[in-house]
C-alpha cells in the first residue's frame, strides 16, 4: 500500500519547538517607545516651572546688586575728584595768598610822596607785571568803592556817615580784597557809610 494515505504521517503540520502558544498576550506595540519618548520629552523641557522662576529671581537681584554696587562707586569716584580738585585749589590759593603783601607794599610805595621819578616807575612797573600775573592765574581784585557792603566780601572797620555815599555803601577802602576761583583770599577792608542815626542802613548791621 501506499505511505500517502490518510493516516500518514507527512500530512501533519510541523510545529517548531520554541514557537509561543497562540494564545499569549504579546504586549501592545510600541508602548515601550512612547514611555522612552515622554522620558526624553521631559529631560528637553528643563528644571520644574518654580525652580527656574527662583533662579530668575536670583538673577535679578545679583544684578540690580551689581548696579548699586556700580553706582556707590560713581559717587565715590565723582567725591575722591572733587575732593582732590578743592585741595589743589586751596594749596594754590595759600601759595597766592603770599603774594598779597608784595602788592600792598608796592601800591604804598607808589602812593608814598617825594618818591623820585625814575623809582616811581620802576615801582609802577613791577606793579603792573605783578598784577598782570596774578590775573591771568585767577586772581581778582576786590575794590569796592561805592558798591553795597557784602559781608561775604568785605569786612568793615569803620560804620559813620559819610557825605556823597548812600548809607550801607563802601564810602573808603582801606585795603583791597582779592578772590580766586570764586574763593576769598582775604576780604576788603573797608568803612561803610551809614545814616545819620549812626545806623547801620540797607547794607546791614556791620560790626
Do not use: W
Not at 42 to 69: K, T, V
Amino acid at each position: 500500500m501506499s505511505g500517502k494515505g490518510n493516516g500518514s504521517d507527512d500530512d501533519l503540520p510541523v510545529v517548531a519547538p520554541d514557537a509561543p502558544a497562540a494564545e499569549e498576550e504579546l504586549a501592545p506595540a510600541g508602548e515601550g517607545a512612547g514611555e522612552a519618548k515622554a522620558e526624553a520629552t521631559g529631560l528637553a523641557e528643563g528644571p520644574p516651572a518654580d525652580e527656574l522662576g527662583a533662579l530668575r529671581l536670583e538673577c535679578a537681584e545679583l544684578r540690580g546688586a551689581l548696579l548699586r554696587r556700580r553706582a556707590d562707586f560713581e559717587n565715590y569716584r565723582r567725591r575722591v575728584e572733587r575732593d582732590r580738585g578743592a585741595a589743589a585749589i586751596e594749596a594754590e590759593a595759600g601759595i597766592l595768598r603770599q603774594f598779597l603783601g608784595t602788592v600792598d607794599n608796592l601800591e604804598r610805595a607808589l602812593a608814598a610822596s617825594g618818591t623820585d621819578s625814575g623809582l616811581r616807575e620802576g615801582v609802577a612797573l613791577t606793579l603792573r607785571e605783578l598784577l598782570s600775573l596774578l590775573d591771568a592765574l585767577g586772581v581778582a581784585v576786590v575794590d569796592p568803592l561805592g558798591q553795597r557792603f557784602d559781608p561775604a566780601l568785605h569786612q568793615a572797620i569803620l560804620h559813620e556817615p559819610a557825605a556823597g555815599f548812600e548809607p550801607g555803601t563802601v564810602a573808603e577802602v582801606f585795603r583791597k580784597g582779592y578772590t580766586y576761583k570764586e574763593r576769598l583770599l582775604r576780604p576788603a577792608l573797608v568803612k561803610v557809610a551809614s545814616g545819620g542815626s549812626g545806623r547801620a542802613g540797607d547794607g546791614g548791621d556791620v560790626q
